[in-house]
């Protein structure tokens, strides 16, 4: 009868540590998953941490860009050449008729050639800004 028993609890010793070793093997398992996910974890981190600067970097070139034209509008506005709206009619704009010939003359070409550069200029800064965009 005792060698019943021990052969019993020799049987039930051998079953619990198959199902320990089982259990240590899915602990393992689990650990290499843990550490696994901790990697892409700090990958992902890393990478949304560069987006974020390259976001910063992006945004701060913007508002450069936005500052520079501001500054750039500015000194238009300034210049009393650039006023657009300006309703008195000087006499270099004022167009002059020959009446020799009776072809209009446009008395300040050089202004126009002004304006035409300032609007490059312009349509230059434009283009510049389309690309940060």
Known sequence: METQTIDKLQEALEKLLVAYEELQAQNNNLNDDIRS???QNSELADKLSM???DNDDKSNAMD???DKIETVLEEDENRPSANRFETKESDEDR???D???ESIVNA???KKDEQKTEKLQLN???NLM???L
């Open 37 to 39: 996910l901790k990697d």
């Open 51 to 53: 987006y974020e600067k």
């Open 64 to 66: 450069d860009m936005l």
């Open 95 to 97: 167009l002059s008729v």
């Open 99 to 101: 009446a020799d010939d």
């Open 108 to 110: 300040n070409t050089s």
């Open 124 to 126: 230059k800064l434009d």
């Open 130 to 132: 389309e690309g940060f």
